[in-house]
């Protein structure tokens, strides 16, 4: 069977036994935390001070007149429900930072807490709409500016825009590739179909820069591609090392560049830009790179004879299970 919780005792007179035990002289009350995230609504204390409360009858332990400590805020909440207290229907609005209880048949009411601030304890901190003007007045009105544009130099928007002009020669020289080794008379199929991939990739790396461009409020800016080779032959190496050596130069010329973009863009403050250099392309072209290292060594060892052949009929298996 439950025990009832133990009564608040008078200090004046003796303690009492229930439970076989002493009942102790002191509770500290909790209620209704949702009102005030700092510090507690209401809470109840035998312990008297003139600060907590006034009473007329001066008796800090009759239950009318309890240390009730109140916030403002809860006070301001009582006042403008217009003395409508359903949570609390013992205690009667009144002016912000005054608390009385209702009387209860003859007995007057009691001013039971009163303020030491009669400020509004509001607990803002961020004013949205003061700090916000300065923003409102950067919206541009001009129909040619962007709208998107923020923390986004000129220095970042010239060097996206100065990769996405890499990525394409590079793609375009990746492509030159794939038309040789797909002519009649080479007929290597397998690095064709590696060196067709590889265009593309690089080709959907100068688009994903170019959406970046545009979703950061840049402008971009295609330049001029150079005209790539057309014959890939080589006395000595012979077609498959050459232009493999030449995919190896190429991979690392734009890790290089990659670099230096990414060197602006932390020169400039700009972490979204960093971000998203370090995530899309810094990790892809340490591994490409890795890949068509382990090729020239491939290729290097097996020399201009037969052995190109075999290195194109894996270059088709690998492309067939993927």
Request: with cysteine; glycine share 4%; net charge negative.
């Amino acid at each position: 069977m439950p025990h009832a919780p133990p009564p608040i005792l008078n200090p004046y007179r003796p303690p009492v036994q229930l439970f076989n035990g002493p009942i102790h002289t002191s509770i500290y009350l909790r209620f209704l935390p949702v009102f005030s995230a700092t510090q507690p609504i209401l809470s109840a204390s035998p312990t008297f001070t003139s600060h907590h409360f006034l009473t007329e009858n001066h008796n800090p332990f009759s239950r009318e007149a309890m240390a009730l400590k109140i916030s403002p805020a809860f006070s301001s909440i009582l006042a403008s429900r217009g003395g409508d207290n359903s949570l609390f229907p013992s205690v009667s609005a009144a002016p912000p930072s005054v608390l009385r209880l209702k009387p209860t048949g003859s007995a007057p009411s009691s001013v039971v807490c009163r303020a030491a601030n009669d400020k509004p304890l509001t607990g803002v901190v961020f004013q949205p709409f003061e700090e916000v003007k300065k923003e409102l007045d950067l919206v541009p009105t001009s129909p040619n500016a962007s709208l998107a544009r923020h923390k986004f130099v000129d220095a970042c928007e010239a060097a996206i825009n100065e990769q996405i002009n890499v990525e394409y020669n590079v793609s375009y020289v990746y492509h030159a590739m794939y038309a040789y080794f797909d002519r009649d008379n080479v007929a290597l199929k397998g690095l064709a179909k590696f060196f067709k991939e590889s265009s593309e990739e690089e080709r959907e790396h100068a688009e994903k820069l170019m959406e970046y461009q545009n979703k950061r409020g840049g402008k971009v800016k295609l330049q001029s591609i150079l005209m790539p080779l057309s014959e890939f032959d080589h006395a000595e190496k012979g077609d498959a090392l050459y232009a493999m050596e030449l995919a190896l130069s190429l991979e690392k010329l734009t890790n290089e560049k990659l670099l230096n973009l990414h060197s602006v863009a932390e020169s400039s403050n700009d972490v979204q830009l960093t971000d998203f250099v370090e995530g899309e392309f810094l990790a892809e072209q340490v591994e490409s790179i890795k890949q068509i290292s382990e090729y020239v060594a491939q290729l290097r060892r097996i020399g201009k004879g037969h052995g190109v052949w075999h290195f194109n009929q894996m270059l088709l298996k690998e492309g067939a299970a993927a």
